[in-house]
């Protein structure tokens, strides 16, 4: 007697996430995304698509997303600490794409904002102040520019001013994916 093994054929827009569960694009309200696929995809993903030079050294760093939203959380109101660490969900799944290319790709944007309030609502995340996180966003931006980006003084729309302290970015994708985990962690036993 031989044992016939199951082979689940998966159609359409679908991928396999590291949870073993997969996701649909075309569905991402039924996907079973766990919080480790979300600190996980968005530590081996690099902020500005790998182009980061640190300010310290002038040499080429890693600078995970998952740390760009710890470090948001830490700068935001306790009410909204939550929102911002995970306001990159949707690029656990989608990526992230730079944002200048992004708004050349209307379809792309659809598709991720769809993404990610899939995955807020997942986690029970209301975005209760959008306008607070693109602020906190944009201050990242400047504090990113400045600490991670050979930038030299040109006009970018936009941006706001950028916090104090200077980013050190984490290189290990596994310790900043740990640090991510820990922040949600400590985020929910709080609120």
Same mark, same amino acid.
Request: hydrophobic share 40%.
């Given at each position: ?16 996430? @590291?949870?073993? +569960?997969?996701? &649909?694009?075309?569905? /991402?309200?039924? !996907? %079973? ?56 969900? @949707?690029?656990? +799944?989608?990526? &992230?794409?730079?944002? /200048?290319?992004? !708004? %050349? ?87």
């Amino acid at each position: 007697m031989t044992q016939t093994a199951h082979i689940r054929r998966i159609v359409g827009p679908t991928i396999l996430l @590291g949870s073993g +569960t997969y996701f &649909d694009f075309q569905n /991402p309200e039924a !996907a %079973e995304l766990t919080i480790e696929d979300v600190a996980y995809s968005l530590s081996f993903q690099s902020r500005f698509t790998g182009h980061c030079v640190s300010r310290r050294t002038g040499k080429r760093v890693y600078y995970p997303i998952s740390q760009h939203c710890v470090i948001m959380a830490h700068y935001a109101a306790p009410e909204h600490k939550l929102a911002a660490l995970m306001h990159e969900v @949707g690029e656990a +799944t989608c990526g &992230d794409m730079n944002a /200048p290319l992004k !708004a %050349e790709c209307p379809d792309y944007k659809r598709i991720e904002k769809r993404c990610e309030a899939a995955g807020l609502k997942r986690f029970g995340i209301t975005m209760s102040n959008p306008g607070y996180i693109k602020l906190l966003d944009m201050r990242m931006l400047a504090t990113e520019r400045r600490d991670l980006m050979l930038w030299h003084g040109e006009e970018w729309s936009g941006t706001a001013t950028p916090f104090d302290g200077e980013i050190v970015p984490i290189q290990d994708p596994h310790v900043a994916a740990q640090l991510f985990l820990e922040t949600y962690n400590a985020l929910r036993e709080i609120g």
